[in-house]
């Protein structure tokens, strides 16, 4: 009897599995940069590039200083170039990024931002220690400053 239920389980998860909606490209992050808060003045984001280069930012905590000062708070959309998609893959490519762990930290150190990174399907949380990943971060801050970002209008009134 548990053998036949189990089996009739399996079934029900592979079709449920097979008729799942697929993201299509246009629409499925293959890029994501998110910085988590910290107790200071540090912006706090999150980065989505799809395959097509079709870019969302979600701002929180908007940028204190630098070429993003200007993005306040809010949700943006723009059109990320290849170039810049490319130099992202590259500089994942250099650090070797699908070997690295999932996660880099030490829980006893307090006031320190986590910056989340995705590369296709592997994703790698560094908030203390780990490798050097400066390149990465540059190359993902290169894209973000270098696109256009257009707000999203609200759907909320007031």
Partial sequence: MNGTVFALLCGLFSVAACSAPRESA????????????????????????????????????????GPL???????????????????VMQAAEQVQFETLEARYDNPRIMDLPSTLYTVGTHSVEQRYGGPDLSAL??????????????????????
Wanted: hydrophobic share 40%.
């Fill in 26 to 65: 246009a629409t499925r992050a293959a890029l994501r940069f998110e910085q988590t808060p910290c107790f200071g003045p540090c912006a706090v984001f999150v980065l989505d590039v799809s395959e097509a280069g079709n870019g969302t930012l979600t701002v929180r905590k908007p940028f204190l200083e």
């Fill in 69 to 87: 000062v200007h993005i306040e708070a809010g949700v943006y959309r723009g059109k990320v170039s290849k170039e810049l998609t490319s130099a």
């Fill in 137 to 158: 971060k540059a190359s993902f801050y290169r894209l973000l400053e270098a696109t256009e970002w257009m707000p999203v209008a609200s759907t909320t009134e007031h």
